[in-house]
């Protein structure tokens, strides 16, 4: 990192002292309305088409199932064990390639390679549209997880290279809500072209719902390629002074960043070997991992309010919108407090995770429906602050860290919250309807076990911030 490296430790940090400025060859000078500006033109640029990106993944992983009663298991003839295994397919690939392409990630141009795999997956869902055999199906839901790996890990690894510590809460809390919202809208979408396409040319409406999202998805990757920004060094999106300024910026509060000058790159193996050393890696991985585990929740949210009394199946996804608003509310502020109090963001994630842990505890204990169903709201928001926090907090915990070390690692913690859906549905299993007791103690205990796990790193991120002479609050 030319003259702003220090001495490196095996994580790839440096221990010895913040970045100095003084490695692009001036002193900073702007105002802070020129500072402003600048984040306003980051903003948008960057967060309007990264949310939408988001949207598009959820709607192309999550139309499966939209697809599945709409005739597409007796189309292909699938038996129930099949359909599962093309679910779980997805997180497969997801899993074997989220560090793969992290690591691509820091060594291309954003604004290419995630329009890029962008454009794959979206011919890969319309190709889904013309599959005829199971193998085909596997195939393709593969081929799907290992692309969209991409996403969620890039935005993470962009946002800590654009933005201070003091702006990232907002933005990843916005950024949450896209999976949300993808989760919702795939629905509409869904029962729009399959109501008003069955059977048009003679095609399937499950098959033109995979033709058209798939076709959407290339056309918003081809406008995303003119918009997305690269890093803060090079963005063709931004001057001179201004790249200038976006670098230096980080700099100053000890954020590792590139700039013109840099040296030459860590070696693949390097990097992963760094990460791979680096303790703190292995914590925010678990903790990522079990948080990812608990929110498995929100796939049985109309099972788990049926089982609270509302046995009505229209009325009963009816009832799981307040859950989800709270959720939403909750996520939002923790964005905002997290921004107004960086420091302190550590315990925002293990006060959502300590409180998803006590109502978890409290819910085996009390089976009066109605109390029940405010815990499970409230339970679902300390899960989603946890959630959407983490992305903010993992970028500062390795600030320190050289920009493919931070890649890679966040790789990894992408590819441990993966590995909750494999193991997070088998919690809640039909048999153990209406308490589900088993689902709301795993909850407690992993909630518990993740905010400790936070705890650590937050304690260990004060410590860092005393011997740097960085603020505590």
Known sequence: MGGSEKSLSPDGSSEKALPTVEVLGEPPQWTPEFEKKLVRKIDLYLMPMIWLMNVMSWMDRA???????????????????????????????????????????????????????MALWGVVTASVGAMSTY?????????????????????????????????????????????????????????GVMS???????I???????????IVTIVVAAIAVFILPDYPNKSPRLTEEEQFVATTRLLRVGILVEHKDSKPRLSVWQTMISSIRNWRAWCIACGSAFISATLIMVYFYPVLVRGLGYTDPVKAQFMTVPIWTVGFVFTMLSGIIGDRYPPKRGLLIVGGLCGLSILSIITCFVFDFKARYVFLAFMAAGAWVGFAQCMAFIAEVLSDSLPEVRAFTIGMMSCAATTGNLYGAYIWPAENAPKHLLGFGMCAALGAVAAGLFTVLYVAEMRKRKRLGLPTH
């Open 204 to 214: 399937r409406g499950w098959r033109w719902l995979f033709i058209i999202e798939g």
């Open 135 to 191: 193998p085909q199906l596997v195939v393709s839901r593969l081929l799907l997880g290992m692309l969209e790996s991409g996403l969620t890990p890039a935005a993470s690894f962009l946002f800590s290279t654009w933005y201070l510590p003091k702006e990232m809460g907002k933005r990843t809390s916005f950024y949450q809500t896209s999976a949300q919202l993808g989760g919702a809208f795939g629905g509409i979408v869904a029962g």
């Open 63 to 117: 139309n499966l199932g939209n697809a599945n009663i709409a005739g597409l298991t007796a189309d292909l003839k699938l038996s129930s064990t099949q359909f599962s295994l093309a679910i779980i397919t997805y997180y497969l690939g997801y899993i074997v390639w989220v560090p793969v392409s992290t690591l691509i990630l820091a060594r291309t141009r954003p604004s290419f390679y995630l329009p890029g795999i």
């Open 196 to 202: 008003n396409l069955e059977g048009a040319h003679g």
